[in-house]
T-cell receptor, first 109, second 113 residues
Framework: KNEVEQSPQNLTAQEGEFITINCSYS?????LHWLQQHPGGGIVSLFM???GKKKHGRLIATINIQEKHSSLHITASHPRDSAVYIC???????????FGKGTHLIIQP | DTGVSQDPRHKITKRGQNVTFRCDPI?????LYWYRQTLGQGPEFLTY????????KSRLLSDRFSAERPKGSFSTLEIQRTEQGDSAMYLC???????????FGQGTRLTVV
């Protein structure tokens, strides 16, 4: 069973700061997902990646397969980025996802 | 098709009652997943379908839980004799075999009183 650890669990920052959220997992995977969950809302998939780096607007996700580690970065953070960010990994074959517990991000104006 | 939809969004039920949730995946997606998320925790995998076949069930899915995907399209998740511990957000996701991201529905929030 894959163990997924996220850090930090909680993060409060000022508007405009550069944000980094980390995710480590214990067993090799076929893909890693970064998800965003707003309070009371559903989950939005931000990225799925299996190698390298992806960028979408102010969001950047990187993964290092050898080190079993991924990071999600937010540049020029904004209060609307406040949400829970969840890392989820997908094993080989037809496995479901294994989720981290999430990072609760608050961006203050 | 604008994405994965779940119905209802919220359900309050008395302990001991049965409840059924529905998930409509993205139409061409052949994989469908159910997850449960309790307060302050990440989602936990419950079960997974490829087309109409239920290929994997978590040990979290007790005998009171049953899921179906009869025609390989929408899926239902039924909980019989609900307990207070069943209170959670139930999430559905769909994807394509062979790649692509998992797309999530908005979830059904169940409260058992």
């Amino acid at each position: 069973k894959n163990e997924v650890e996220q850090s930090p669990q909680n993060l409060t920052a000022q508007e405009g700061e550069f944000i980094t959220i980390n995710c480590s997992y214990s067993v090799g995977i076929s893909a890693l997902h970064w998800l965003q969950q707003h309070p009371g809302g559903g989950i939005v998939s931000l990225f799925m990646l299996s190698s390298g780096k992806k960028k979408h607007g102010r969001l950047i996700a990187t993964i290092n397969i050898q080190e079993k580690h991924s990071s999600l970065h937010i540049t020029a953070s904004h209060p609307r980025d406040s949400a829970v960010y969840i890392c989820a990994v997908q094993g080989g074959g037809a496995d479901g996802l294994t989720f981290g517990k999430g990072t609760h991000l608050i961006i203050q104006p | 098709d604008t994405g994965v939809s779940q119905d209802p969004r919220h359900k309050i039920t008395k302990r001991g009652q049965n409840v059924t949730f529905r998930c409509d995946p993205i139409s061409e997606h052949n994989r469908l997943y159910w997850y449960r998320q309790t307060l302050g925790q990440g989602p936990e995998f419950l079960t997974y379908f490829q087309n109409e076949a239920q290929l994997e069930k978590s040990r979290l899915l007790s005998d009171r839980f049953s899921a179906e995907r009869p025609k390989g399209s929408f899926s239902t998740l039924e909980i019989q004799r609900t307990e207070q511990g069943d209170s959670a957000m139930y999430l559905c996701a769909s994807s394509l075999v062979g790649g692509g991201g998992a797309f999530f529905g908005q979830g059904t929030r169940l409260t058992v009183v």
